[in-house]
């Protein structure tokens, strides 16, 4: 079974600043998916940055990057120019690749982390 | 694109009574969807994963008795919350997938729905 670990409960950040959230995961399998899903407060929950693990380039999209440590088993979410709307929390998810069997397109949760951007 | 609704965004519903949350896909085709429960500010937890034409499939711990799942069209997924309780009051997300469609495995939520027992 996998296992998503989210260290951070609660973080908070300056307008215009960068911002790292940490994610650690565990699993034996070699193929898979990583995820970051940011729920603001209005609880809708939202795709940031999606990364295969087949792929050594880390992903990015806009503000959003991360950093996809395979070895080390971490995917660490840089939030660069923080801005008020990114307020929200933060999952990062796992998701075993391939098909068939009881798991497939599951997506394993991390606990979540709070993230304010203050002005 | 993926767009995923949920119907309806908040109920409130007397102890005993039945309550059916509809999940729609709005511009696909949908192979799978999941449902999930969440308390505030904590994770989401999966209650069942259901295909379309099949019976869902439950998490251990999940009564099925009790939260019903159908799946029966390509866009359309129901929970039904049967004789519900106020411990049964929480947020209920749905989300759905589809690799033909999308093509990857990339789960899109519906905004959810509260649910209040009184």
């Known amino acids: 079974a996998q296992t998503v670990t989210q260290s951070q409960p609660e973080m908070s950040v300056q307008e215009a600043e960068t911002v790292t959230l940490s994610c650690t995961y565990d699993?034996?399998?070699?193929?898979?998916?990583l995820f970051w899903y940011k729920q603001p407060p209005s609880r809708q929950m939202i795709l940031v940055i999606r990364?295969?693990?087949?792929?050594?380039q880390n992903a990015t999209e806009n503000r959003f990057s991360v950093n996809f440590q395979k070895a080390a088993k971490s995917f660490s979410l840089k939030i660069s120019d923080s801005q008020l709307g990114d307020t929200a929390m933060y999952f990062c998810a796992f998701m075993k690749h391939g098909a068939g069997g009881t798991s497939y397109g599951k997506l394993t949760f991390g606990q979540g982390t709070i993230l304010t951007v203050h002005p | 694109g993926a767009v995923v609704s949920q119907h309806p965004s908040w109920v409130i519903c007397k102890s005993g009574t039945s309550v059916k949350i509809e999940c729609r896909s709005l511009?696909?085709?949908?192979?799978?969807m999941f449902w999930y429960r969440q308390f505030p500010k904590q994770s989401l937890m999966l209650m069942a994963t259901s295909n379309e034409g099949s019976k869902a499939t439950y998490e251990q711990g999940v009564e099925k008795d009790k939260f019903l799942i159908n799946h029966a069209s390509l866009t359309l997924s129901t929970l039904t919350v049967t004789s519900a309780h106020p411990e049964d009051s929480s947020f209920y997300i749905c989300?759905?997938?589809?690799?033909?469609?999308?093509?990857?495995?990339?789960?899109?939520f519906g905004p959810g729905t509260r649910l209040t027992v009184l």
């Open positions: 990364q295969e693990a087949y792929k050594q």
């Open positions: 699993t034996s399998e070699n193929n898979y998916y």
């Open positions: 989300s759905a997938s589809s690799y033909s469609f999308t093509g990857t495995d990339t789960q899109y």
């Open positions: 511009d696909f085709q949908a192979t799978t």
